[in-house]
């Protein structure tokens, strides 16, 4: 018999090998078991719980921080477990979406330990340079006015006028910007504004209408310097991160995708 096309799909194999992982943790009595009355801290759960100490408090535990720790392990199991009978854990939405959580970290997991090649952040920063390159700077001179009409208006007049500041209408936002930087931009007059101050071309000709969040603005852009692409040995600790937060969405979704392909989901309208 012919094997599904899915079947060969390298997420399912890494989907199945967590499964296989799980099946061995209750096995070996790592997965909590209701119906059993036993609980066995054997020497390696004991020294699980002690990293778990060191990790948190950077040294190692006595014995009597030991014994705490294990009484305390000893009391989360008991709970847990009594939970498991009472059927706590079904219709929770905190225990759904943990579960959920869990599933996602499974199908990332080899993304975030991965140790990409340098030949593959090398290609991360060629495909997405903007990310690691300096702030695109602006120089420019601006009028705000409160009405698109108002602003049209004063085109022709601001064209070539000496005293262009007395024709805005007064708003505390700085006239001129030299140099700024694009986030400096951003938090003064808001992503509208930058976003229509990108499509203007530099020059000493005031331009506009363009809106933002207060208004209306005519704008004379004098000059727009887009940032320099840093080298990779500046950036490579950035580039990394990047790909690997970015591999890791693109695991994600891939995963689910995957398993949700296998599900036939009826919404009632």
């Known amino acids: 018999m012919r094997r599904p096309d899915w079947t060969g799909e390298p997420l399912v194999h890494f989907l199945v090998a967590g499964a296989v992982i799980f099946a061995l943790f209750a096995w070996r009595g790592e997965v909590a078991d209701p ?6 801290v054997d020497r390696e759960q004991q020294a699980q719980i002690a990293l778990g ?6 040294r190692p535990p006595t014995d009597a921080e030991l014994d705490s720790q294990i009484e305390r392990f000893v009391r989360d199991e008991v709970l847990y477990r ?17 579960l959920a959580q869990k599933m996602d970290m499974l199908a990332s997991a080899q ?25 695109t700077r602006y120089s420019l001179d601006q009028l705000w006015f409160a009405s698109e009409t108002a602003a049209s208006m004063a085109v022709e007049k601001v064209n070539g006028a000496n005293d262009w500041q007395q024709l805005g209408q007064p708003i505390s936002l700085p006239a001129s910007l030299d140099q700024a930087a694009r986030d400096e931009v951003l938090a003064r007059y808001g992503e509208q504004f930058l976003a229509g101050i990108d499509r203007l071309d530099p020059g000493e000709q005031w331009q506009g209408p363009v809106q933002s969040g207060f208004g209306w603005h005519l704008v004379r852009l004098r000059a727009r310097k887009p940032g320099e692409p ?7 600790e950035r580039v990394e991160n990047d790909w690997r937060t970015s591999t890791i969405a693109v695991r994600r979704e891939e995963a689910y995708r ?8 009826e919404i009632a309208r």
């Open 35 to 40: 119906s059993s009355r036993t609980i066995s």
């Open 53 to 58: 100490f060191e990790r948190m408090m950077q």
């Open 82 to 98: 009594e939970a498991l009978r009472l059927g706590l854990d079904r219709d929770d939405a905190v225990v759904r979406r943990r």
């Open 111 to 135: 993304a975030e330990t991965a140790r990409p090649s340098d030949a593959v952040l090398h290609a991360w920063l060629r495909a997405h340079p903007e990310r690691f390159a300096d702030e």
């Open 230 to 236: 840093r080298p990779f040995s500046e950036v490579a």
């Open 258 to 265: 995957l398993l949700r392909d296998a599900y036939r989901v």
